[in-house]
């Protein structure tokens, strides 16, 4: 593992030096991807401060608000513009999504276009059937060719000066939602003792535990929901649907929808397919927050029925 300057900055200011990035190296860059390894680690410390409902509530409702501003805005709305919203609220729901560690919106959302245009081929950054299911899962992320980001691919966005910034400082949300945690737990712990919990407690299960869980929920998408459940429609890769893992990320789990038609706010098509994101998008459009939600067309919905018909029999 080498450790040098160039990457210690790098680690902060993701922008740093960019072009010197070499785009054709698969390696893993360990020092570049220490937070990677650093909230792995710290999930260990659950055996030095116990647990609290306080806690294990807080590690919760973390969980599933980042994966809704992940699912919601850096999904469907960065990569796919399926609605609309102002430049307040994508700001807004920006920073909740870097919170959870996985990059800027722009990175996020430059690699998720190019993986829909090539979506299980050898140009795939993260496919399990041209590479391992552990690269898919969570080996791209760490490699020295998938760290920079693409700003040609995500112009639309890149033009909003903030939203560069949160791309170029990603860590800088998630060090406040530390110092957040911590400050909160102590001050519970001084004004509320029933609670039973402290700052380290719900750090070590707000920030780690609850982020590293949300990063694989996430990363299973990219993995397990090109493996495993049913394909409705033809869409030329190994998409699937797979209701378990819609579960876990909020909708995310009906993939093969999603890369048949990816212009719809909805990615579980039918009334039986949850799509929980999808219900807090249309809440969001009621009261106003965004609007212009993309539908599924009708002829889209008839040809889903009748595939669905024709593998019955």
Same mark, same amino acid.
Do not use: W
């Given at each position: 593992m080498k450790l040098n300057l160039k990457s210690a900055i790098h680690w902060f200011y993701a922008d740093f030096k960019a072009a010197d990035n070499n785009t054709n190296d698969d390696r893993i860059d360990y020092a570049r991807c220490f =937070? /990677?390894?650093f909230i792995h680690l710290g999930c260990l410390g659950i055996f030095w401060v116990g647990w609290s409902w306080?806690?294990?509530s807080i590690a919760l409702f973390?969980?599933?608000?980042?994966?809704?501003?992940?699912?919601?805005?850096?999904?469907?709305?960065? =990569?796919?513009?399926?609605?609309?919203?102002?430049?307040?609220?994508?700001?807004?729901?920006?920073?909740i999504a870097s919170s959870a560690m996985q990059r800027g919106a722009l990175w996020w959302a430059a690699h998720h276009r190019k993986h829909h245009k090539e979506s299980?081929? &050898?140009k795939d950054v993260h496919s399990p059937h041209t590479k391992s299911f552990l690269w898919s899962h969570i080996g791209w992320i760490a490699s020295r060719k998938n760290f =920079?980001?693409?700003?040609?691919?995500?112009?639309?966005?890149?033009?909003?000066? &903030?939203?560069?910034?949160?791309?170029?400082?990603?860590?800088?949300?998630?060090?406040? /939602? #530390?110092?957040l945690l911590f400050v909160s737990g102590e001050w519970i712990s001084l004004n509320a003792p =029933?609670?039973?919990?402290? #700052?380290w407690q719900l750090i070590v299960w707000g920030w780690f535990i609850s982020t590293t869980v949300l990063l694989h929920g996430t990363s299973t998408i990219n993995s397990l929901s090109h493996l495993y459940g049913k394909k409705r429609f033809d869409t030329g890769d190994q998409s699937r649907n797979n209701f378990w893992l819609s579960l876990i990320?909020? #909708?995310e789990g009906w993939h093969n929808n999603h890369h048949h038609y990816m212009h719809s706010a909805r990615q579980g098509f039918y009334w039986w397919e949850i799509d929980i994101t999808y219900y807090g998008l249309k809440l969001m459009a009621f009261v106003g927050i965004i609007h212009d939600l993309r539908p599924v067309p009708k002829h889209i919905l008839d040809q889903g029925i009748c595939n669905s018909s024709s593998n019955e029999k």
């Open positions: =937070s /990677l390894i306080t806690a294990v973390l969980y599933f608000t980042r994966m809704f501003a992940i699912t919601a805005f850096l999904h469907r709305y960065f =990569s796919h513009r399926t609605f609309k919203t102002n430049r307040f609220f994508q700001f807004i729901f920006a920073c299980d081929t &050898e =920079s980001t693409d700003y040609k691919a995500i112009k639309d966005f890149a033009r909003y000066p &903030e939203l560069v910034f949160l791309n170029r400082f990603n860590k800088l949300i998630p060090l406040l /939602l #530390g110092v =029933s609670l039973n919990t402290n #700052g990320t909020l #909708g």
